[in-house]
Nanobody
């Protein structure tokens, strides 16, 4: 079993930056992929970014390309999301997720989420 704990959320003005962290514990060897998702009030959860653990391939939602950067520190078993040029529409609860197989359609493990609020 893998436990994921997000941190780093908060309140920031538009144009500002935040860095989210996701610490993994338990069976921390994840050979598939890790990613970030978000859910705004009244909306469905949406994909933000992902990284394949072994190949290092990164993918991003179009809405965050050029502003967000996903990275992983394997030694610390920690996933990061650097968010720059934040917009009010980035306001959401951000979730970290992991899956054992990079090709699997669903993620196996989820964190509890961290709130990001961007004021205009």
């Amino acid at each position: 079993q893998v436990q994921l704990v997000e941190s780093g959320g908060g309140l920031v003005q538009a144009g500002g930056s935040l860095r989210l962290s996701c610490a993994a514990s338990g069976r921390t060897f994840i050979s598939g992929a890790m990613g970030w998702f978000r859910q705004a009030p009244g909306k469905e959860r949406e994909f933000v970014a992902a990284i394949r653990v072994i190949a290092g391939v990164k993918t991003y939602a179009d809405s965050v390309k050029g502003r967000f950067t996903i990275s992983r520190d394997n030694a610390k078993n920690t996933l990061y999301l650097q968010m720059n040029s934040l917009k009010p529409e980035d306001t959401a609860v951000y979730y970290c997720a992991a899956k054992r197989l990079s090709t699997a359609p669903q993620y196996d493990y989820w964190g509890q989420g961290t709130q990001v609020t961007v004021s205009s």
